[in-house]
């Protein structure tokens, strides 16, 4: 299980909590640090972030600690690969993101509570036809991103590119792709605070607007696949030849 050591201190609202969360990462190294740490999608060594950015490991622990101390990351405890037994060491520390989220509003705004109550009046009886008009909204919203994506690869780009700026775009709106052995699994969903409540509403929506980016890419055998259960977003996409 992962550890954290962060309690809150007397007198600190959430509201302030999420400030003073959010301006650890005013700090550039810190931030660069964050976000090496979420791009990995697994547990991160001091000695790995540290020469990931070209810092002493002493600094990169600082401010690893920082970011735990405030649950942006968790940590635990693991001997290096292939090292057990005796004689293997001490147990290194190991940092991944947390499943902390923030969100700041001046003046304050409750989106989330909105969403929930829209999806909780569709919930869980969906009407067809209603199913139908919010699949082809996100549909058109992911064509919207598609077209982004487009133009941020610029003229004539290749397969290669369109994927790569694509990902970006979803990396961008909060689905965290990670590519292995030609399958891309998005490892967070931008709307896991509802969806985890009312899945029979969102995950389709989730899954229309990923088709609508793929379809607007017009990059060739790429399937979109559903899978339950998923600690991320259900979808991932798997690449053809």
């Keep these: 299980m992962p550890v954290s050591e962060a309690s809150d201190a007397p007198g600190r609202s959430g509201f302030d909590r999420e400030i003073e969360r959010l301006a650890l990462l005013e700090d550039p190294v810190r931030r660069a640090l964050y976000k090496h740490v979420v791009r990995q999608g697994d547990y991160v060594s001091r000695d790995h972030a540290a020469a990931a950015l070209g810092i002493a490991r002493g600094l990169a622990a600082f401010h690893l600690d920082k970011l735990a101390d405030e649950e942006l990351l968790e940590f635990t405890y693991r001997r290096p690969a292939g090292r057990a037994g005796p004689g293997a060491g001490r147990p290194s520390k ?52 598609a077209a982004e994506a487009r133009r941020l690869a ?88």
């Design 94 to 145: 190991v940092y991944r993101r947390s499943g902390q989220e923030l969100s700041i509003s001046l003046p304050h705004r409750d989106y989330e509570l909105l969403a929930g109550l829209l999806a909780g009046a569709l919930d869980p009886v969906l009407p067809e036809d209603v199913g139908r008009r919010l699949a082809d909204a996100a549909r058109e919203s992911g064509a919207a991103l």
């Design 154 to 241: 610029g003229r004539r780009p290749s397969r290669r590119r369109l994927v790569e700026v694509g990902l970006e775009v979803l990396r961008q709106q909060g689905f965290d792709p990670r590519a292995h052995d030609g399958e891309v699994a998005l490892r967070s969903c931008p709307f896991r605070a509802v969806a985890s409540a009312h899945r029979g509403v969102v995950c389709p929506m989730s899954r229309a607007l990923i088709e609508g980016v793929v379809a607007g890419l017009n990059v060739k055998g790429v399937s979109v696949l559903c899978a339950t259960g998923s600690d991320g977003c259900c979808v991932t996409l798997r690449f053809g030849s």
